[in-house]
């Protein structure tokens, strides 16, 4: 199977923090990977990796089967979707949501004088239609809700049909009905044909979608666990990841978990 993201030995530090350590794992055409682990596991850090926004201090990152450092990233970048809230942060507030959506075919924020096609017009209206956010389209970013701005951002990172889809915590700040949504968007999308490869950032094994095939397991900034779901995430591996005793349930493809 052809290989979409390899990391071979990668660390970053800043100053004396060490925030991915000796991280090497392999990512292939057709799986759709979660990654879980508490606060400050690295799991950002290995998110804007992998999505060409940082580069490592050691080792080697490829993405699509160009080495990071050796490739122009504004060249990468629109091969591969991202939505994150490091990334939220760097988007102006005034940009209104249709813009902030069809920007990303030019891998920019912020419109200025860039030519779109028709076809560009009519991906960005299906892809709000289709996260329930149409009715937002003339709104200014800066003022929607939490959830409003994580579905535009979704929206967003897939306006380029990417290769890799990176979703650094997407549930984050959704309701109920909101993250049963995103679920089944996140499935729709896993099961299709053409479906991107998927890399997941989550906090809780309850936003797994049910699509999902692989989960990471990182905890200070090591890995304690990566490969397909049933060996990967199992109550040992939750436990040693999150410091407590947990026991995992798995029902209709979707996972639970809580202490013992
Ligand atoms: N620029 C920086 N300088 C020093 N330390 C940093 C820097 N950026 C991040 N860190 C630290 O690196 C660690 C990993 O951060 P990261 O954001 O990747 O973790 P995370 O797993 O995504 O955490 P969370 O679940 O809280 O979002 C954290 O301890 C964080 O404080």
Redesign the pocket.
């Given at each position: 199977m052809t290989e979409v993201l390899g990391l071979d030995g990668v660390s970053l530090r800043?100053?004396e923090?060490v925030?991915l350590d000796d991280i090497t794992l392999s990512i292939s055409e057709g799986e759709h990977w979660v990654v879980l682990?508490?606060?400050?596991?690295?799991?950002?850090?290995l998110a804007e990796i992998a999505a060409g926004r940082m580069h490592p201090s050691a080792g080697t990152a490829t993405i699509l089967d160009e080495q990071l450092g050796r490739v122009d990233v504004f060249e990468l970048r629109p091969r591969i979707g991202y939505a994150s809230a490091a990334l939220a942060s760097r988007i102006p507030q005034g940009e209104t949501v249709f813009d902030l959506v069809i920007t990303s075919a030019h891998g920019v924020v912020g419109r200025w004088t860039e030519e779109y096609e028709g076809q560009d017009d009519e991906r960005a209206e299906a892809l709000l239609w289709a996260f329930g956010v149409s009715h937002l389209r003339d709104r200014r970013f800066g003022t929607l809700s939490e959830g409003e701005k994580k579905r535009v951002q979704i929206a967003r990172s897939l306006m380029t049909d990417p290769e890799i889809l990176i979703l650094d915590e997407p549930a984050a700040g959704l309701d109920l009905g909101g993250r049963e949504e995103l679920m089944r968007a996140l499935t729709e999308i896993m099961s299709s044909k053409t479906a991107p490869v998927v890399l997941m950032?989550t906090?809780h094994v309850e936003e797994i979608p049910a699509g999902a095939t692989h989960a990471l397991l990182?905890k200070a900034g090591r890995i304690v666990s990566a490969g397909p779901l049933e060996v990967s995430l199992t109550p040992e591996h939750l436990s040693e990841t999150f410091g407590l005793p947990v026991e995992v349930h798995r029902d209709g493809g979707r996972f639970h978990a809580r202490a013992v």
């Open positions: 800043r100053g923090n925030l682990g508490p606060n400050g596991a690295g799991k950002t850090t950032v906090h990182l």
